[in-house]
T-cell receptor
Framework: DAGVIQSPRHEVTEMGQEVTLRCKPI?????LFWYRQTMMRGLELLIY????????DSGMPEDRFSAKMPNASFSTLKIQPSEPRDSAVYFCASSPWGALTEAFFGQGTRLTVV | GIQVEQSPPDLILQEGANSTLRCNFS?????LQWFHQNPWGQLINLFYIPSGTKQNGRLSATTVATERYSLLYISSSQTTDSGVYFCAGTTGYALNFGKGTSLLVTP
């Protein structure tokens, strides 16, 4: 398996623009997680899905952030409108059965909002 | 979620030295993983170790679930071991990460 695939790897956008990050989990994994990494806050969970259904979105910072999982092989994280404080590395991860199994991370998307 | 504390925050080693990294949890976990974030930012799985001891080459890990801590041992360190080491655990479904140990191995 190719692992968790994220795109784009790097994104530079202007404040106020819409940004869409994409993730393809490992085939057969039922859980998908979105994390954000910043120097100040470290790695923090934004939202996770089980069988394409959002289970916990309490980590989503505000209404400007939204995430969807239309099918088992694709998820998006959207920021609209983007702000400079959204600049971070966004990771997607997947695991077969949530906490009882190992989670694997994608290579991340480095987002810069100017 | 649970609180995860890692120590030390920073570590500098000379190549060939051994080290022990520690991770403490505020509650009992049903999942515990160690990751290495390389200089390119990639999170590499090292161990999935909710309890017991595992070894992989020069690295080994031990988790004592009843006492809420885990240890990562690095033996005969190499410059390629540099980076940030994270432990992460959960009592639910999503991992909570510590702040990491930043390791620099010098030639």
């Amino acid at each position: 398996d190719a692992g968790v695939i994220q795109s784009p790897r790097h994104e530079v956008t202007e404040m106020g623009q819409e940004v869409t990050l994409r993730c393809k989990p490992i085939s057969g994994h039922d859980y998908l997680f979105w994390y954000r990494q910043t120097m100040m806050r470290g790695l923090e969970l934004l939202i996770y899905f089980n069988n394409n259904v959002p289970i916990d979105d309490s980590g989503m910072p505000e209404d400007r952030f939204s995430a969807k999982m239309p099918n088992a092989s694709f998820s998006t994280l959207k920021i609209q409108p983007s702000e400079p404080r959204d600049s971070a590395v966004y990771f997607c991860a997947s695991s077969p059965w949530g906490a009882l199994t190992e989670a694997f991370f994608g290579q991340g998307t480095r987002l810069t909002v100017v | 979620g649970i609180q995860v504390e890692q120590s030390p925050p920073d570590l500098i080693l000379q190549e060939g030295a051994n080290s022990t990294l520690r991770c403490n949890f505020s509650d009992s976990v049903n999942n515990l993983q160690w990751f290495h974030q390389n200089p390119w930012g990639q999170l590499i799985n090292l161990f999935y170790i909710p309890s017991g001891t595992k070894q992989n080459g020069r690295l080994s890990a031990t988790t004592v679930a009843t006492e809420r801590y885990s240890l990562l041992y690095i033996s005969s360190s190499q410059t390629t071991d540099s980076g940030v080491y994270f432990c992460a655990g959960t009592t639910g479904y999503a991992l909570n990460f510590g702040k990491g140990t930043s390791l620099l191995v010098t030639p």
